[in-house]
């Protein structure tokens, strides 16, 4: 396959063909509106001194994550941020071992610079949780880095610091960097984790304010990296345009500052959502899955048929998303999203198991 033949099947179908009447098919909290934030037009400029990142953007981010901002790089989202990480963390032909399952644009990203690709099971059956032990049979001296999401996608089960620290060690032996995405990190309402780079100088992270706030417009996502690293991503940067776009910087900045209302939110809208989700899988003897405890989706598997012919009824017939779990190399799962109104994802839930009724009956 050439470059110029790589694509991400995954962000095709979402774009052109994920929209349903009910869709449980996205997995960011509905957008926030721009009349809650504290903003006026004076506070907005066209252009600004944001050569290589806005530096109140910067400090922003920066103090977010308890981090210096000299290791703080500022992207158009999460998927840019992981597309800088990796351009300049690996060469073509250099190997990386990614998660499985995963965001399936990692893997689109990771084969369009070339890389060798090597898969680390999150079993089912262990709860989807990463397990040191398969990323230390897996890896090898010839090794550059090890990514995976934390809230993990489509899972949105948590790895804690110990695990995330052993993985760190792993790849540390070889020279590896460990990249966590850590986009739905922030849907932990409880005792939220810091971020992961603060385990290792091997580990760089990347993440927004899209999925866990409702940002998602503003484009405002980032990468923390050791300053070295830093420098190089800039240069990556220079690749992509010459400057971001600065009313985004600005709003971004606002939105920061004000991060406790968004987030107040985005939590009182996803907590009722998930008491539906999880009554809803609670009763549904054909699903597996484990009730939700974090994050804004959840992965059933459909314990028997097909679940591509499911995901194809449920969205013609019943007019309900979901995402197939071809997509995360799951095809017996789907993902179900429930960071929309509350309206919409009871809705969706109810004529989710009326399709899955309709399914049995046929199969009966």
């Known amino acids: 396959m050439t470059r110029l033949q790589r694509y991400s099947k995954y962000m095709q179908w979402a774009k052109l063909h994920s929209k349903a009447r009910l869709n449980l098919a996205t997995s960011g909290v509905g957008a926030f509106p721009l009349r809650e934030l504290p903003v006026s037009i004076d506070q907005l400029e066209i252009n600004g001194d944001n050569s290589y990142g806005f530096a109140p953007l910067q400090h922003a981010i ?14 158009a989202g999460t998927s840019m941020a992981n597309h800088l990480a990796l351009a ?31 898969r680390f099971p999150r079993r089912e059956e262990s709860g989807f949780a990463v397990d040191p032990e398969e990323i230390r049979k897996s890896i090898t001296p010839k090794t550059k880095l090890v990514f995976l999401t934390n809230l993990h996608n489509p899972s949105s ?46 580990f760089v992270v990347t993440s927004s304010l899209t999925k866990a706030y409702g940002l998602s417009g503003i484009r405002c996502g980032w990468i923390l990296a050791q300053p070295e690293l ?3 991503m800039w240069q990556v940067f220079d690749f992509t345009y010459g400057s971001p776009v600065h009313p985004a910087e600005l709003l971004s900045v606002i939105a920061l500052d004000n991060l406790g209302r968004v987030r107040d939110r985005a ?31 959840v992965f059933p598997r459909l314990k028997t048929g097909s ?55 046929q199969s009966s």
């Open 307 to 361: 679940a591509a012919d499911f995901v194809t009824l449920l969205r013609d017939r019943f007019e309900t998303s979901v995402v197939p779990g071809e997509f995360f190399e799951q095809p017996q799962h789907f993902r179900i999203g429930f960071c929309g109104k509350t309206e919409t994802v009871r809705g969706g839930l109810e004529r989710l198991g009326a399709a899955l009724d309709a399914v049995d009956r």
């Open 267 to 297: 939590r009182a809208l996803l907590e009722p959502n998930r008491v539906l989700v999880n009554e809803f899988l609670k009763g549904r003897s054909d699903l597996d899955c484990e009730p939700s405890r974090f994050g804004t989706t």
């Open 157 to 202: 089960v948590l790895t804690g610091d110990d695990t995330l620290r052993e993985v760190g060690d792993i790849a540390a032996s070889v020279g590896a960097h460990v990249v966590v995405d850590e986009v739905y990190l922030d849907a932990v309402y409880e005792n939220t984790p810091r971020s992961s780079f603060h385990l290792g100088k091997n």
């Open 88 to 118: 300049v963390l690996i060469d073509p032909g250099d190997e990386v071992l990614i998660e499985s399952p995963t965001y399936e644009l990692v893997v689109s990203t990771a084969r369009y610079l070339q890389a060798k690709i090597i």
């Open 230 to 232: 830093v420098q190089r």
């Open 62 to 75: 920066a103090t977010k994550n308890s981090v210096d901002p000299a290791c703080v790089v500022e992207a």
